[in-house]
């Protein structure tokens, strides 16, 4: 068992990594919502048997009546009309603003329930449950919420409409991931290849060193990455909550992988595009002069041991992902940003990049 916490404006958020962990989720619920009397528990419809099984039984056992709504977790979905059934499902449990929202599920369940909880009755609690790795290491820290809009000349816009709304607690079970497929697994891994870069290169060693039993899901390995990653995360949101300076450096590699997921949604899994995106990144940071023995070789290297794509899938043009990196959350004012790097866990925000820097990106994954 691990057990971080997360500094926020609301309160600290504890984030605990253990097997079994959903036998837990209606105690812990209890200690962060002690007057709550109603659960949503907001899911992915593919792990409601038997995740949501567990989940529901943890929280009826400790005293809560439950509601649940599935969902289906994929970009497409991950809309304001899904939130509006979310909201629906609420009014018809009749949450109250003391009660609580449960996201059980990955990064997209985590986005829809959390807007929902926070735009609900002006917010609502937030418990996540995690059932994905990416979801773990990542996306369900920090309280990030968001869906995604339609792009004004077709594509998908990610995460265009959100909002802050940090989780009261943060369950890691990782007996979930067994019931995972192997291509979402390797998701997550690109999301702890991210935190190493930027700022934790002895991680990135221990996850090459490790890489085989890490690749097998062995229970005590995947403890230590959930929670070497996990607190790399944790402290920026500690920090940095609203992403006013070096939060954003989480998203190296995601002006890319961004313009990758609404270019080319169908094929490609945010980790995937993620991996893709570091790639393109490490490029860029040599070709803008700021990391000169930066290697993207070396790192697709790594990234191609894990199972994740180096190149990009499917013919692309380019003038398209150039388009929607436009439409990045981190512009301002119509200029680009992109984070780079100036060496190992070196991260820095470049304003308006040249073309000749951004083309280096695309240039390193064949677009």
């Given amino acids: ?34 007057s709550s009397q109603c659960v949503l528990v907001a899911m992915d ?21 439950v509601a649940t709504i599935s969902l289906t977790a994929d970009e497409t979905h991950k809309s304001i009309e899904a939130v509006q059934r979310v909201w629906s499902a609420m009014l018809k449990a009749g949450v109250q603003r003391s009660d609580v929202v449960v996201a059980l599920g990955g990064g997209v369940i985590g986005d829809l329930a959390g ?63 067994s019931t995972l497929s192997d291509r979402d697994y390797r998701c997550g891994l690109a ?39 996990a607190t790399v995360k944790a402290a920026i949101v500690s920090r940095d909550e609203f992403e006013r300076s070096d939060r954003a450096h989480l998203n190296l590699g995601h002006t890319f992988a961004h313009a990758l997921e609404a270019t080319l949604h169908a094929e490609l899994r945010h980790g995937e595009a993620v991996a893709l995106g570091l790639i393109a990144a490490v490029a860029a940071s040599k070709a803008a002069g700021w990391w000169s023995d930066a290697d ?27 388009r929607a990196m436009g439409f990045d959350k981190k512009s301002q004012g119509g200029t680009q940003r992109l984070v780079l790097l100036r ?25």
């Fill in 296 to 322: 993207p070789v070396a790192l697709s290297q790594i990234l191609k041991g894990l199972g994740l794509p180096t190149r990009i899938p499917v013919a692309t043009d380019r003038s398209e992902l150039v």
């Fill in 343 to 367: 060496g190992f866990a070196m991260p820095a925000l470049l304003t308006a990049p040249s073309k000749e820097i951004v083309a280096a990106g695309w240039d390193a994954i064949g677009a």
């Fill in 115 to 177: 807007f929902a909880a926070a735009t609900f009755l002006r917010g609502i609690s937030l418990v996540m449950a995690p059932t994905t790795l990416l979801a773990m290491v990542d996306a369900a820290i920090g309280g990030k919420t968001a869906v995604n809009l339609p792009l004004p000349d077709g594509g998908l816009g990610k995460n265009l409409a959100g909002a802050f709304h940090a989780p009261a607690w943060v369950l890691c079970d990782i007996s979930t991931l």
């Fill in 45 to 65: 419809a593919a792990v409601e048997r038997p995740w949501g099984d567990h989940a529901i039984a943890s929280l009826k056992a400790a005293g809560f009546r």
């Fill in 191 to 229: 999301e702890s290849v991210k935190h190493a870069l930027i700022a934790d290169v002895a991680m990135l060693q221990w996850i090459v060193a490790n890489r085989d039993a890490i690749m097998a899901r062995d229970s005590s390995t995947l403890t230590q990455l959930i929670t070497r990653s």
């Fill in 1 to 34: 068992m691990s057990e971080l916490r997360v500094h926020g404006f609301r309160g600290d958020c504890v984030i605990l990594v253990r097997r079994d962990g959903l036998k837990e989720l209606g105690e812990g619920v209890r200690r962060v919502a002690p």
